[in-house]
């Protein structure tokens, strides 16, 4: 098989949540044990980060594997799901994975996992874990898939547990209460291993509490003495920060949200440098070195790791802005930082997948909008007929067009040099996006 061929096998092969839902996710952690003893457990060979939680995941974990490798480590980063290319889910030092190395995993493993009826998550977890042994890393930032407890990721032990938040997101398989979401994500938690939590409710943090207890874990809340004092959106896009120890900085990576995940950034990092895996400069001493690392990568994130999709300028005039926002959480920051938007016009490319409570999400969209409705190509997209009749029981009418590219493509004729253009409401609207419109 040639690499297109291989990833078609992957995707139609492999029971794949991301483009069938229920059906394709897999719970419990026997396939990923036997996978993982088969292979010589290739993740205790280098050092690991664990990234939970609901939102802020793939921010955070870009961003810190951004740091490490700017202080001059060999960084693996596996992440998901990807937008345009399979590759994108594993990197080191932001090169994705080579489509030989994909090609000959599966040919050398499949008459291996294929007994096993393994999940695509499960097939390319095990992947990026022998792939990031045969590159001898020296550690990898590991973003859980789904929930974290019984997530594939989860037979790590990493040097430090990441908990971004918790949101109403996955219910069917999470729970229906924010502590019980919070249950499964706390998961990740493992004997004596600190755990660095972003975003707390009242209902979640004495879930985080009890569970850091029970595994005798150190446990750090970011929210309780945020590093960061000020975060404002610059006009090019982007953040513009000021914190407590680093003083004024630019962020590469878009959205009001950023603030939050940047907190949970510095904490990550403070108890890193507490395990002497970055320079003591966080600990309050001397700075300039540090200072300089850290400002250099969190302004050159997207180039360094390949993050695409958060608040993220593609065209200046008319303004285009994509972000891979897709549920109310996300919308709750969203919808603030389109109404700090100045326009002329407003027109929105908007499309969202099954599994999200799209009611409460279109509640949030600014009603003065022109809106460009659609569906990804993707099993569990929303018909865009259907997403289009939904918004006009929220007050908001609009087109329908059955491809992201017919809708973006006339949302762009339509608007003028001092409109603005926002593509959003799903990971997949934003992936067809910029594979075809851009």
């Given at each position: 098989?040639?690499?297109?061929?291989?990833?078609?096998?992957?995707?139609?092969?492999?029971?794949?949540?991301?483009?069938?839902?229920?059906?394709?996710?897999?719970?419990?952690?026997?396939?990923?044990?036997?996978?993982?003893?088969?292979?010589?457990?290739?993740?205790?060979?280098?050092?690991?980060?664990?990234?939970?939680?609901?939102?802020?995941?793939?921010?955070?974990?870009?961003?810190?594997?951004?740091?490490?490798?700017?202080?001059?480590?060999?960084?693996?980063?596996?992440?998901?799901?990807?937008?345009?290319?399979?590759?994108?889910?594993?990197?080191?030092n932001?090169e994705s994975?080579?489509?030989?190395?994909?090609?000959?995993?599966?040919?050398?493993?499949?008459?291996?996992?294929?007994?096993?009826?393994?999940?695509?998550?499960?097939?390319?977890?095990a992947?990026?874990?022998?792939?990031?042994?045969?590159?001898?890393?020296?550690?990898?930032?590991?973003?859980?898939?789904?929930?974290g407890?019984?997530?594939?990721?989860?037979i790590?032990?990493?040097?430090?547990?990441?908990?971004?938040?918790?949101?109403?997101?996955?219910?069917?398989?999470?729970?229906?209460?924010?502590?019980?979401?919070?249950?499964?994500?706390?998961?990740?938690?493992?004997?004596?291993?600190?755990?660095?939590?972003?975003?707390?409710?009242?209902?979640?943090?004495?879930?985080?509490?009890?569970k850091?207890?029970?595994?005798?874990?150190?446990?750090?809340?970011?929210?309780?003495?945020?590093?960061?004092?000020?975060a404002?959106?610059?006009?090019?896009?982007?953040?513009?920060?000021?914190?407590?120890?680093f003083?004024?900085?630019d962020?590469?990576?878009?959205?009001?949200?950023?603030?939050?995940?940047?907190?949970?950034?510095?904490?990550?990092?403070?108890?890193?440098?507490?395990?002497?895996?970055?320079?003591?400069?966080?600990?309050?001493?001397?700075?300039?070195k540090?200072?300089?690392?850290?400002?250099?990568?969190?302004?050159?994130?997207?180039?360094?790791?390949?993050?695409?999709?958060?608040?993220?300028?593609?065209?200046?005039?008319?303004?285009?802005?994509?972000?891979?926002?897709?549920?109310?959480?996300?919308?709750?920051?969203?919808?603030?930082?389109?109404?700090?938007?100045?326009c002329?016009?407003?027109?929105?490319?908007?499309?969202?997948?099954?599994?999200?409570?799209?009611?409460?999400?279109?509640?949030?969209?600014?009603?003065?909008?022109?809106f460009?409705?659609?569906?990804?190509q993707?099993?569990?997209?929303?018909?865009?007929?259907?997403?289009?009749?939904?918004?006009?029981?929220?007050?908001?009418?609009?087109?329908?067009?059955?491809?992201?590219?017919?809708?973006?493509?006339?949302?762009?004729?339509?608007?003028?040099?001092?409109?603005?253009?926002?593509?959003?409401?799903?990971?997949?609207?934003?992936?067809?996006?910029?594979?075809?419109?851009?």
């Open positions: 098989m040639n690499y297109q061929e291989t990833c078609e096998y992957l995707y139609s092969q492999m029971p794949m949540f991301e483009r069938q839902g229920a059906s394709g996710y897999k719970e419990g952690l026997d396939n990923t044990l036997a996978f993982d003893s088969h292979l010589g457990h290739p993740h205790q060979a280098y050092k690991t980060i664990h990234v939970g939680g609901t939102n802020g995941k793939g921010s955070v974990s870009h961003t810190i594997a951004a740091v490490l490798q700017e202080c001059g480590y060999h960084v693996g980063l596996y992440t998901s799901p990807h937008l345009m290319d399979f590759r994108e889910r594993i990197r080191v932001g994975v080579s489509e030989q190395f994909v090609i000959d995993f599966v040919e050398k493993n499949r008459s291996f996992f294929e007994p096993l009826h393994p999940s695509f998550f499960e097939v390319t977890t992947m990026a874990f022998e792939y990031f042994k045969e590159r001898h890393i020296d550690i990898a930032v590991v973003e859980v898939g789904l929930g407890r019984l997530d594939c990721t989860n790590i032990t990493p040097l430090v547990s990441v908990i971004t938040n918790i949101s109403f997101d996955h219910t069917q398989f999470l729970g229906n209460t924010l502590a019980k979401i919070a249950g499964e994500k706390a998961g990740i938690i493992k004997k004596g291993v600190p755990v660095v939590i972003g975003e707390t409710t009242p209902e979640t943090r004495p879930v985080f509490e009890a850091a207890r029970e595994m005798e874990a150190p446990i750090a809340f970011a929210q309780d003495d945020p590093a960061v004092i000020t404002t959106p610059k006009p090019e896009g982007g953040m513009h920060y000021q914190a407590k120890k003083g004024e900085f962020g590469d990576l878009g959205g009001i949200y950023q603030k939050e995940n940047m907190n949970t950034v510095l904490c990550t990092l403070h108890e890193l440098s507490k395990q002497g895996y970055l320079s003591d400069a966080l600990k309050g001493m001397a700075i300039d540090i200072r300089l690392e850290f400002e250099s990568a969190v302004s050159h994130v997207a180039d360094m790791t390949g993050l695409m999709g958060r608040w993220q300028t593609v065209k200046q005039t008319p303004r285009v802005v994509c972000d891979t926002g897709h549920n109310v959480a996300g919308w709750q920051y969203l919808s603030r930082q389109l109404a700090s938007v100045q002329q016009q407003m027109h929105i490319v908007f499309g969202m997948v099954d599994d999200k409570d799209i009611d409460k999400v279109l509640d949030l969209l600014p009603k003065h909008a022109k460009y409705f659609t569906k990804a993707s099993k569990r997209a929303i018909n865009e007929t259907t997403v289009q009749q939904k918004a006009m029981q929220h007050g908001i009418t609009g087109d329908a067009y059955p491809t992201v590219n017919e809708a973006y493509k006339a949302a762009f004729h339509s608007a003028s040099a001092n409109d603005f253009i926002f593509v959003g409401g799903s990971s997949y609207v934003v992936g067809d996006f910029l594979k075809t419109c851009i």
